[in-house]
Structure formats: C-alpha cells, structure tokens
C-alpha cells in the first residue's frame, strides 16, 4: 500500500483549540462534520481513506454508507462496499471533548470545577486526509464544501 502524502487534503483542517483562532472556536465542544466529492473513477476496493491527525473521535459515511468509527489509533476506513465509479459524496463527523468548552463557562461554577485546571486540549481534524488506492495510486482528495 502506498502512503504517500498527496496534494489534495481535507480542507478546514483546524485545532479548535490553538490560540490563534479567535474566542468561538477555542471554546468549541461538540460536533463539526465536513463534506466533500471526489471522482471514485479508477479507484478498487481496495481503497481506504486515511483522516491523518484526528483529536477526538470520527464517524465516516459515503455514499449514505455507513463506513465506522474510529475514537483512539489511525483514523483508517475500509471504502469496500461503498465507493461507486464516478462521483462519491464522503462525510466526516469529529466529535470533540467538551473540556474547551467548559474552560470558557466561567460563570457555571460545576464546569468550572470540572474544567477550569485543563489547558486547551487538542480538538479537531487536521489532517492530511487522503484516498491510499491499491497497489500504489494516490488520489488527491478535492475541496469540501
């Protein structure tokens, strides 16, 4: 199998918790699903979507197929059963810890017991995204919407 990084990658890659984006998505909880099309033209199988760095957890349909989830190692999904020649419409939910949000509740004295000693704690997906083909093509993954 060829893992190769590709070109193509999942946009909106964001760790809602960096410091650099602004007071909204540093203390976001909850879910943040994305949406992309891709051509599945020439593809086998074989092919599985690899989401790269992933904080917390993911859940992937495509094509209104369910492909998993994933909440700890390699955010890998098998595209068996699913992919379709042409065009593939792929949906990506990550789920974050609540810990972020929490932190920023100052004025809820229970999330601030329960939160207030954490840092921010990584929370998103950010990547690279990409399609590993069997034997060895790599396909770029295109823009989501």
């Known amino acids: 199998m060829d893992e190769r990084e590709t070109e193509g990658r999942i946009p909106l890659r964001v760790d809602f918790s960096l410091p650099s984006n602004d007071e909204t998505l540093r203390q976001f909880g909850g879910a943040a699903s994305y949406e992309i099309e891709f051509d599945g033209t020439g ?53 974050t810890v609540l810990v972020n949000l929490m932190r920023h509740k100052t004025d809820d004295p229970a999330a601030q017991r329960w939160a207030s000693w954490a840092p921010p704690i990584p929370a998103g997906l950010l990547g690279p995204g990409r399609l590993i083909a069997s034997p060895r093509a790599v396909v770029p993954l295109p823009a989501s919407r």
């Open 43 to 95: 593809l086998g199988e074989s092919t599985i979507l690899g989401l790269g760095e992933v904080h917390s957890t993911s859940e992937v349909t495509l094509n209104e197929v369910p492909l998993g989830w994933h909440w700890w190692g390699r955010h890998r999904y098998s595209l068996a059963g699913a992919l379709r020649e042409g065009r593939n419409v792929l949906r990506i939910k990550v789920t």
